[in-house]
């Protein structure tokens, strides 16, 4: 298969299989986390410990001896069975434990439109939309004076339904509208919100040579904290749709937010052991 052509093969019924039971398995995972996060909250009410960024996963900072305040690690299902490695977590479960990590901090969503020119064209090329995005957006915020060296931390999915109505509530029976993209980020100084914004946009094509100016249908802002998995379920609700525009792959994450959850995850499950041998 030619470089960034849209790949329509969904896998095998045996391959769709074994995701749905690792969403099965690591949706019951997620509640244990969150039971824990509630635990440790407690606990750092209970010794007066203040509530700061990662304190509840990773523990308070005391002299030795003292409680830290923390119900981490879990090391166990609830079936008893040792926590699985990080690469044989589901899609779902991966963009949940981003999310839990960036909470921490503050991140923000965003919903960006694609122009329908560049959706076109990309479709008569048959490129696929998801790759190419991921590659105009690393472009564009590697120009942000805010970037990290090694990468702004975002994650998101492509998908071409909507709602019948912004007022309706039923999402089972959607149609078909333009592609957009729905996802999170990282924020690191002030104003990040309206760079990453104008980022994004230039990203789906808004104001760039050869494209009509479209009217603005975008939004950053910030997210607001849920103790349930919400929000993944939002970004996924159409993940698996039939949509000829796209391919199989249309969820994705940057290299620097994969190593967050990644080390995230190993972290709080006790695969690190050299954290917390201290």
Not at 29 to 36: F, S, W
Not at 72 to 91: A, E, G, V, W
Not at 135 to 147: D, F, G, P, V, Y
Request: charged share 30%; hydrophobic share 30%.
């Amino acid at each position: 298969m030619a470089k960034n052509t849209i790949d329509r093969n969904f896998g095998s019924k045996k391959a769709r299989g074994r995701e749905n039971k690792r969403i099965a398995r690591d949706k019951l995972i997620d509640k244990k986390i969150r039971q824990a996060y509630r635990g440790s909250l407690l606990r750092h009410r209970f010794h007066s410990l203040p509530i700061e960024p990662m304190s509840p996963y990773l523990g308070a900072d005391v002299p030795f001896g003292k409680s830290t305040g923390t119900a981490f690690p879990i090391t166990k299902q609830y079936n008893k069975r040792p926590m699985p490695q990080f690469k044989d977590l589901s899609k779902w479960f991966k963009f949940d434990l981003a999310t839990m990590a960036m909470q921490e901090y503050g991140f923000v969503t965003f919903n960006i439109n694609l122009h329908p020119e560049l959706e076109k064209q990309w479709v008569n090329q048959k490129r696929d939309p998801a790759t190419e995005l991921r590659a105009r957006i690393n472009k564009e915020i590697r120009k942000l004076h805010s970037c990290p060296n090694d990468g702004w931390e975002y994650a998101f999915i492509i998908e071409g339904w909507a709602k019948q109505s912004h007022k309706s509530k039923d999402w089972s029976n959607p149609r078909k509208v333009r592609l957009h993209i729905h996802g999170f980020a990282a924020v690191y100084n002030n104003g990040d919100e309206e760079l990453f914004r104008e980022a994004l946009a230039k990203a789906c094509g808004d104001g760039l040579k050869g494209y009509l100016k479209q009217l603005r249908a975008n939004s950053v802002k910030m997210f607001k904290p849920n103790e349930k998995p919400t929000y993944p379920n939002y970004l996924f609700k159409y993940e698996r749709r039939k949509d000829d525009r796209l391919g199989y792959k249309r969820a994705k994450m940057s290299r620097a937010a994969t190593q967050l959850c990644e080390e995230h995850w190993n972290t709080i499950t006790g695969k690190d052991k050299e954290f917390w041998a201290y």
